[in-house]
């Protein structure tokens, strides 16, 4: 009687495992976690202020910049990268933190590409790229 039930449960098990077909690795840098990051860097130049920050959750993102919130989606697939529909607060932005404010809304909504390694995100585009750690913006 126990030799009867076990071939039925290992039949069981044989067909889950057969249904399971082996996945590719995820291309390095190509997860990305979820969470607030800060601004550090656009190209070349450093955020010192770190007063610009991202909030990812899946397939939307927002976040505050100097002056301004906003929001948008995001609708590419990692390591492509592509933000559609970013609002802001509509605040006026002058000086320093306007064009910085300025530049950062400018190289998001030209991005083409994303990845997180070592402790960093990268937002790529044609020109420039986006330089974030993990954090808030102070």
Do not use: H, W
């Not at 077909?21 to 202020?49: F, H, K, M, N």
């Not at 301004?68 to 995001?74: F, I, K, T, V």
């Not at 932005?93 to 404010?101: D, N, V």
């Not at 190289?107 to 585009?125: F, N, P, W």
Request: charge should be neutral; proline fraction near 9%; charged fraction near 15%.
């Amino acid at each position: 009687m126990t030799r009867l039930l076990t071939i039925p449960a290992a039949l069981a098990a044989t067909l889950v495992l057969a249904a399971c077909e082996p996945t590719a690795p995820a291309e390095p840098g190509s997860v990305i976690p979820t969470g607030p990051y800060v601004l550090v860097g656009i190209g070349q130049d450093t955020v010192p202020q770190r007063n610009v920050g991202i909030q990812i959750d899946g397939l939307k993102l927002s976040g505050q910049g100097p002056c301004n919130s906003y929001a948008a989606n995001q609708t590419g697939t990692p390591p492509g990268f592509k933000v559609e529909g970013l609002t802001t607060s509509g605040q006026s932005c002058s000086g320093t933190a306007g064009a910085l404010e300025s530049r950062y809304f400018q190289r998001l909504q030209e991005a083409d590409g994303i990845k997180y390694l070592g402790s960093v995100l990268t937002i790529t585009g044609p020109v420039d790229y986006l330089t974030f750690e993990p954090g808030y913006r102070k």
